[in-house]
């Protein structure tokens, strides 16, 4: 008899390891898909930060704080699923950590501590689940790994506990086979995923960090191969064609495939020191709460090899039909007119290689803003005068256009009030805005600087983001109009938005706010700015800031990393328009290396609490990554939170796309705990 599972709109799902990396995505996504979400992992601040994330968005969600190495532990787990929720229908054994080492430099009581959890931990899992689904029927999913197949150096001990795992999970499908019971039983064997994997990994390698090797995927493509597992009974996944190609090397030719590990799988594993977060969880929880690791290289957002291994009567008949379809479209002549007309509609005249591209890497509701952006005919930025590029219409208007188009009317986010004023200045007067949030005061306060590479845009094309914080945060937002360049070159930008930071700290009693809980927040050259007012703060004897918000921020004055070269045509913002802005607001070329513009290299000692939120398709996607690493070397406390699918100028569309409304709470939950309370410890 075919064993059915449930839809997972009606299921109840268990995850352990759900406080970061693929136990999170998995989490996030079920919780998206309107599954009843039971987290559990040994960090009780991070699931209670992480349920109530979920449950503002609408979710079912609970969570019990356990280590998985605890049979009673895991018993627990197991009663407060049914005790909620009254059942378990999907039992996730995520939970894992590594050892980086070399097999006779690892002491054993580390190795015993692995298989405590990594082992020990699915046993665990298992047995507290399995009376639950056998009663009702159910799905258990078993996260292995490519390694679970096949061995590497470095991560000898973490091969084997993964080995463990296939066999323990083999063994209990055959069993559960020979019983008859309805329990679907699947091993997951993801490549080299963009966790925190190799941050929390303990590490005994003498002159190098952990890192995993190319090519690496995204936690999402993991979680939705497990969901599938969650509702299709699946024997074995293998996630990622790299998972795949590593396999059919090695069963190719095992001394061909030693040989390759012993130098190239080496040297892939190991970064230099200092260069990689550290937060080591063998033996302690760990403390990141982030789905993202910090691999610099490019980071796959899906894999065709699984989807079809996952669905491959559907890929097939997919092949079929478009092969059919295009040969009878090339046969009767309307191929060629009909990519024209579709380029003309979709992407705009005779066809945007660079939007196609972005189109085709966003998710669904940045692909729409993208389109109807298309739709508006902006020109080019880094072919025009500022003074044109000023009048280009931006993501802000087709977020209109797209409301409106919908029949819905773009009206602003309601706050109490709006003011437009203007305070002293170095250069002159400075026009600023205030948003005054509901309620009774005196109420936090943020000076905020909107993005525009110095260069374009007002505070009323980024009039979403600062009503947003002034909701989301409760806090008054005084919206900062510095000096644009190329009228006003470096530093004008950065002397305005400390002036205006130094008069809200002498003046918040008049707008009815607390001068001692006083943030800076911005997005792009804003968020540079934010930055950097907390950096000349500190340097000029004011008080620092409570908070710093930087969203995906301007945080190097070269154009070259990682997410520039992967990004380097992408839209609305792409490297030719960052040079342009450089060029017009740098003086010089020897401004690029200036530490008010590359923050990576400034001397960040002593800021504050600092959240930094940065998009995937976004050439600046590196600089928040890497100034987020610079910032925790200097000491400084960081959340760091990237979002899969989305551009940059996101964050500031919470009415149309989801993963702004995400960004906007990550944002204000950061800016909160700045501003709990009066405080100038350390501010000065």
Avoid at 69 to 88: P, Y
Avoid at 334 to 348: C, I, N, Q, S, V
Avoid at 646 to 663: L, P, R, S, Y
Wanted: hydrophobic share 40%.
């Amino acid at each position: 008899m075919k064993l059915r599972l449930k839809p997972l709109d009606e299921q109840v799902i268990v995850i352990t390891g759900a406080d970061s990396g693929i136990g999170l995505a998995t989490a996030r996504l079920a919780a998206e898909r309107g599954a009843r979400v039971v987290l559990n992992s040994r960090n009780a601040q991070a699931l209670a930060q992480i349920a109530d994330e979920l449950q503002a968005e609408g979710a079912e969600v609970t969570w019990h704080a356990g280590d998985v190495g605890d049979e009673a532990a895991m018993r627990a787990l197991a009663e407060v699923a049914v005790t909620a929720f009254g059942g378990i229908d999907t039992w996730v054994n995520n939970a894992g950590v590594s050892i980086y080492g070399e097999i006779e430099q690892t002491p054993v009581n580390d190795v015993r501590r692995l298989f405590e959890t990594n082992y020990f931990g699915v046993v665990n899992g298992s047995l507290a689940a399995l009376p639950w689904l056998r009663a009702k029927g159910g799905a258990l999913i078993n996260v292995g790994s490519v390694l679970s197949g096949v061995a590497i150096p470095l991560q000898g001990h973490y091969s084997a506990t993964k080995h463990a795992v296939k066999g323990f999970t083999d063994a209990l499908r055959q069993e559960m086979a020979h019983h008859q019971a309805p329990v679907a039983i699947t091993l997951i064997r993801p490549a080299a995923i963009d966790t925190p994997y190799t941050e929390h990994a303990h590490n005994h390698m003498e002159d190098a960090e952990p890192t995993v090797p190319p090519p690496v995927y995204a936690p999402r493509v993991v979680a939705r191969a497990i969901l599938d597992c969650a509702v299709r009974p699946q024997r074995e996944v293998l996630v990622g064609g790299a998972a795949k190609q590593m396999e059919m090397f090695r069963n190719a030719s095992d001394r061909l495939f030693d040989g390759y590990a012993a130098s190239a799988v080496w040297d892939q594993q190991q970064a230099p020191r200092g260069t990689k977060r550290r937060n080591d969880a063998l033996h302690a929880p760990s403390v990141s709460g982030r789905e993202r690791g910090d691999y610099e290289g490019h980071v796959m957002r899906t894999s065709a090899y699984t989807h079809t291994a996952q669905h491959p009567l559907q890929s097939l008949l997919t092949i079929g039909l478009v092969a059919a379809g295009g040969y009878l479209l090339s046969r009767s002549g309307l191929l060629g007119r009909l990519d024209g007309e579709l380029r003309a509609r979709f992407l705009g005249g005779g066809g945007d290689e660079e939007a196609d591209s972005t189109l085709a890497r966003a998710d669904r509701d940045m692909a729409h803003v993208l389109r109807h952006l298309e739709e508006l005919g902006p020109e080019p930025i880094e072919t025009l005068t500022p003074e044109r590029a000023r009048m280009q219409p931006t993501p802000a208007d087709a977020v209109k256009a797209m409301l409106r188009k919908h029949g819905k009317t773009p009206a602003p986010l309601p706050v109490a009030a709006v003011i437009d004023r203007t305070i002293p200045g170095p250069g002159g007067d400075i026009p600023v805005r205030v948003y005054q949030p509901h309620g009774e005061g005196p109420f936090p306060v943020v000076v905020y600087t909107h993005g525009g590479g110095w260069v374009i845009a007002t505070n009323d094309t980024y009039d979403a983001s600062a009503r947003g914080l002034c909701d989301a945060v409760g806090a008054i937002v005084v919206s900062v109009e510095y000096r644009k360049a190329p009228e006003h070159r470096f530093p004008a930008a950065h002397q305005d938005a400390l002036a205006a930071y130094d008069w809200v700290l002498r003046n918040a009693a008049e707008l009815g706010g607390d001068p001692d809980r006083v943030a800076v927040a911005g997005e792009s050259a804003g968020g540079n700015l934010a930055v950097s007012i907390a950096i000349l703060a500190r340097d000029n004897g004011l008080p620092l800031p409570a908070h710093v918000l930087a969203v995906y921020p301007i945080a190097d004055g070269r154009t070259d990393s990682p997410s520039y070269v992967e990004n380097a045509d992408a839209k609305p913002l792409n490297r030719p328009m960052m040079q342009w802005f450089f060029n017009h607001y740098l003086r010089s070329p020897a401004d690029a290396e200036h530490p008010l513009i590359s923050l990576v290299r400034a001397d960040l000692q002593g800021l504050p609490p600092t959240t930094i939120i940065t998009a995937e398709i976004d050439p600046l996607r590196s600089d928040g990554e890497r100034l987020a690493q610079a910032l925790r070397a200097a000491g400084v406390q960081v959340d760091y939170h990237t979002h899969d699918g989305v551009t940059h100028e996101f964050f500031g569309m919470a009415m149309v796309v989801k993963d702004a409304a995400k960004a906007l709470t990550q944002a204000a939950a950061g800016l909160k705990r700045g501003l709990a309370a009066p405080s100038l410890a350390g501010r000065s």
